[in-house]
């Protein structure tokens, strides 16, 4: 069995600012509004543990809806 390199955790700052979203707007939309923002892991399970980003599923959210909004309709 191969072993996979473990990518880099994100923090909300820095996706914030990979998004372009004040990082207030990006803490909230956490909880509120799953969907308005890139796949995250919630490392415990109370309302205030803290959540962080893979890079990768950064990318490729951003990705996506740059496609969504640039396909041909």
């Not at 880099?8 to 707007?25: D, G, S």
């Not at 892991?41 to 543990?49: A, I, M, R, V, W």
């Not at 962080?52 to 809806?65: A, G, I, N, P």
């Amino acid at each position: 069995m191969s072993q996979r390199e473990i990518e880099q955790l994100l923090r909300a700052e820095e996706v914030a600012k990979a998004i372009a979203m004040p990082v207030n707007t990006l803490k909230k939309n956490v909880s509120a509004n799953k969907a308005s923002v890139p796949p995250f892991l919630k490392l415990g399970d109370q309302p205030n543990s803290p959540v962080r980003w893979r890079k990768s599923d950064v990318e490729k959210w951003l990705q996506d809806r740059f496609d969504a909004c640039n396909s041909a309709t």
